[in-house]
């Protein structure tokens, strides 16, 4: 059954190549893909699919004072952290910026997207590479970077001051507004870069059909630009929200260890408390619930806007 | 009536440009401001200065541990992307040159590193190699980053895969090339973007790495981002932002190189 399944499958490939020149190369037993899959997915399956097997293995123990464990098969470490109220707040609290993150990095990524895909060639270059850079930069660095803008006397409370938007300086930096700042300029190119691709796909003929059908330019935005590029919303949204979700580097620089979110929350379970069960069990929820979501939204877009997305399945 | 219709036209995309100019300022904020402490004659940070100096560069041989840290984490990145390379692109042919069932799953599969948040994926292997009593060395690290540094290659190389057209190869073939020489010769240079779009990419984000480090490196061995980070926490003159600059100044020629090579946009898929 397998090897006629093979044999089908490298007939195809024949077909797609029908001058297999065998004279000088080594005939491997089987077809040659899956000689040249093998070492990807085998690294994948031990070092990746295994761990996180062992993982949820783990998150089923019962944690035992002095960083031992139990292997017994129980749900208590899930039930403790639902039963908690610290826990389910911090999840909340993580899901919710993350959130803000995605919506903030839209609402300021668009224009800067159009522009890139429509503004001036020089513009678009400048304006490209302005995007890009942070992603070269280490996320490390960033967040020193705004940790000293964000301090009581750095350049942002100045500037604040000296505009008179406050009085006295404000704290930024120990709090969620100084790391939703930072994620989302961490973050921003990969919200910008995918917005920009589909929008330089819309054809310009279909803008200029709507503007002669007489659409002002707000009615042609709303009514062609932004229904067309709704997979570049949905493509970097869903990154974002993915990438803020799980980000912990930033969270715990400029937060400074006085907001948790919920994978600060994990670390402190492996590697303060040594508690590897609930460590693990935190991690097994946090995955469980961001996949959900991005389940639930994958099927939103595709309820709602299955026109434009369809032609994006391949 | 014709300079009406004209600020009418150019109007929208005044404001347009005006917002973007602020946006540029705020993505290059932080990376400008490390620059300029990192020259502060002064003890502490803040901004402005009163002073400039080279001496927090002239700092940086004896700072404990920063040159060992900045050989490990090139050596570690070096590493990671040739054996990132090496898997992606033998993957990505597979998974654009032929046709089988399960092959869309299996491109979704070499992509899902990228789905998990690198921090539990580092808790996960920590706790296999415990498990089998696997003790953390530079091989643990290597095994960490490249498994997350795949799926860059992978999605470079199977663009630039996509891009290519197979006639050429076929020609290559139907002139008597064997299939090793038809990749050597014509494939491999034919996708070259990709393979290097796909290695920068695999460089920087194991050279950037914090959260997979974190959980496999072993007590000797400190990358270069973890070392920052303790810097960062514990020290509080501009020997951090110096070192910053000098990352920073590695990243604008890495960037000139990826434009001079490949061409920004072509890298970034846009």
């Known amino acids: 059954m397998q090897r006629a399944y093979a044999a089908k499958a490298s007939g195809a490939s024949e077909a797609e190549f029908p001058l297999r020149a065998r004279r000088g190369s080594v005939r491997w037993p089987g077809p040659p893909y899956v000689w040249l899959l093998i070492p990807a997915v085998l690294v994948l399956l031990v070092f990746f699919v295994l761990p996180l097997l062992t993982m949820i293995r783990y998150s089923l123990y019962t944690h035992v004072a002095g960083g031992m464990m139990q292997p017994v098969l129980t749900f208590d470490n899930f039930q403790h952290f639902f039963q908690q109220e610290l826990y389910r707040r911090v999840l909340a609290k993580t899901l919710l910026n993350a959130l803000i993150t995605t919506l903030l990095a839209l609402l300021l990524g668009y224009p800067v997207a159009y522009v890139i895909a429509r503004g001036h060639p020089l513009v678009s270059r400048i304006l490209l590479i302005a995007v890009i850079s942070p992603l070269l930069v280490g996320i490390v660095i960033r967040s020193y970077g705004w940790l000293v803008l964000l301090n009581r006397q750095g350049l942002v409370n100045q500037a604040l001051q000296a505009l008179g938007v406050i009085t006295s300086p404000v704290r930024l930096t120990g709090n969620d507004v100084g790391v939703i700042i930072s994620l989302l300029h961490v973050f921003y190119p990969f919200m910008v870069l995918p917005l920009a691709s589909v929008l330089q796909k819309i054809e310009r003929p279909l803008e200029e059909a709507a503007m002669v059908l007489g659409a002002n330019r707000l009615q042609v935005f709303y009514r062609v630009i932004l229904p067309l590029s709704i997979p570049g919303i949905a493509a970097g949204s869903l990154v974002v929200f993915l990438l803020a979700a799980g980000s912990f580097v930033t969270p715990r620089l400029i937060g400074k260890n006085l907001t948790k979110w919920l994978l600060g929350l994990v670390e402190e379970q492996v590697l303060t408390v040594f508690n590897w069960p609930f460590g693990a069990a935190m991690a097994v929820i946090f995955i469980a619930v961001v996949l959900l979501l991005v389940a639930v939204y994958g099927r939103l877009l595709e309820s709602k806007f299955a026109f434009v997305l369809k032609g994006k399945a391949s | ?270």
Not at chain 2, 78 to 105: I, K
Not at chain 2, 201 to 225: C, R, V
């Open chain 2, 1 to 270: 009536m014709r300079w009406r219709r004209r600020i009418a036209t150019w109007a929208p995309w005044g404001m347009l440009y005006g917002f973007c100019g602020l946006m540029l300022l705020f993505l290059v904020a932080p990376i400008v401001i490390v620059l300029l402490v990192s020259f502060a004659d002064a003890e502490f940070v803040y901004f402005p200065p009163p002073g400039f100096t080279l001496r927090w560069y002239a700092h940086l041989g004896r700072m404990e541990g920063l040159v060992p840290s900045f050989l490990l984490s090139l050596r570690l990145a070096l590493l990671v992307s040739a054996l990132a390379l090496l898997l992606g692109t033998t993957a990505s042919l597979a998974l654009v040159r032929y046709t089988f069932p399960g092959r869309q799953w299996l491109n979704t599969f070499l992509m899902s590193p990228l789905i998990f948040p690198p921090i539990i994926t580092g808790i996960a292997l920590l706790q296999f190699c415990s498990t089998l009593g696997i003790r953390a060395t530079f091989f643990t690290l290597l095994v960490g980053h490249t498994l997350i540094t795949i799926p860059y290659v992978v999605r470079n190389v199977t663009a630039s895969l996509q891009g290519l057209r197979s006639n050429v190869e076929e020609a290559a073939r139907l002139l008597g090339a064997n299939p090793w020489q038809t990749f050597w010769h014509i494939t491999l240079p034919l996708i070259k973007p990709g393979l290097v779009a796909g290695g920068i990419f695999a460089f920087i984000t194991s050279f950037d790495n914090y959260t997979i480090s974190m959980w496999l490196k072993s007590a000797e061995d400190t990358p270069l981002p973890m070392r920052i980070f303790f810097y960062i926490e514990r020290v509080m003159d501009p020997s951090v932002a110096a070192v910053s600059g000098v990352m920073i100044v590695f990243s604008i020629v890495l960037v000139i190189v990826t434009e001079k090579v490949v061409g920004l946009s072509r890298a970034m898929n846009v």
